[in-house]
């Protein structure tokens, strides 16, 4: 089956720097990559997603690359908020759609002041 | 955008006893949905997808005679912890399908004691 590798586990930065987060999978059939923000004690939310048509996709101080040779897609945040401190998933999928996701490990972004 | 309303949000039960989760899609309909497990500070595990009108696709090692889904309507699936133990003690999260989409609860923090 599909496994999805996420790092770093936690990433600490300052308001107004850029964070990178980066993932990888396993399975070359994986052909959508949503990005998940989850904030304590609530159910993830997409922020982004990108398809295996496309390389890059971006979305305000939101961005998500995807390599598929490499098998590896990563999430860049730029001017980052305290608002953005959550924890981060990344997943993949073989369906095109978001069910049967295989979520990575979870990075803990912290923005501080 | 969507909503997924997930109720209780938070259950303490007595072991021994059956617990039962509602998950609803309030403004779509929604043939299949999904319920996840996750561990403090671990990521989101894929117990089952429920599909509306049919029995539940349980991933390997989801004890389908503990975890009971229901899914008797396009915006309604129901888990049921039956027999609860504290090891069953988790956030339960789950998502509706919307197109390619998937859309989260906010969550149920399941303690047995």
């Known amino acids: 089956g599909e496994n999805v590798e996420q790092h770093p586990s936690t990433l600490s930065v300052q308001e107004g720097d850029s964070a990178v987060i980066k993932c990888t999978y396993s399975?070359?059939?994986?052909?959508?990559f949503p990005w998940y923000k989850q904030e304590l004690g609530k159910g993830p939310q997409l922020i982004i997603d990108?398809?295996?048509?496309?390389g890059e996709k971006k979305d305000q101080r939101i961005a998500v690359t995807l390599n598929k040779t490499a098998k590896h897609f990563s999430l860049h945040i730029t001017e980052t908020q305290p608002e953005d401190s959550a924890v981060y998933f990344c997943?993949?999928?073989?369906?095109?759609?978001?069910?049967?996701?295989?979520f990575g490990t979870g990075t803990r972004l912290q923005v501080t002041l | 955008g969507a909503v997924v309303s997930q109720h209780p949000s938070r259950v303490i039960c007595k072991s021994g006893t059956s617990v039962k989760i509602e998950c609803r899609s309030l403004?779509?309909?929604?043939?299949?949905m999904f319920w996840y497990r996750q561990f403090p500070k671990q990521s989101l595990m894929l117990m089952a997808t429920?599909?509306?009108?049919?029995?539940?696709?349980?991933e390997q090692g989801v004890e389908k005679d503990k975890f009971l889904i229901n899914h008797a309507s396009l915006t309604l699936s129901t888990l049921t912890v039956t027999s609860a133990h504290p090891e069953d003690s988790s956030f339960y999260i789950c998502?509706?399908?919307?197109?390619?989409?998937?859309?989260f609860g906010q969550g149920t923090r399941l303690t047995v004691v």
């Open positions: 998502s509706a399908l919307k197109y390619t989409e998937a859309f």
């Open positions: 403004d779509f309909q929604a043939t299949t």
């Open positions: 399975d070359s059939a994986s052909n959508y």
């Open positions: 997943a993949a999928s073989i369906t095109g759609t978001a069910s049967k996701l295989t």
């Open positions: 990108i398809r295996s048509n496309v």
């Open positions: 429920s599909n509306e009108g049919s029995k539940a696709t349980y």
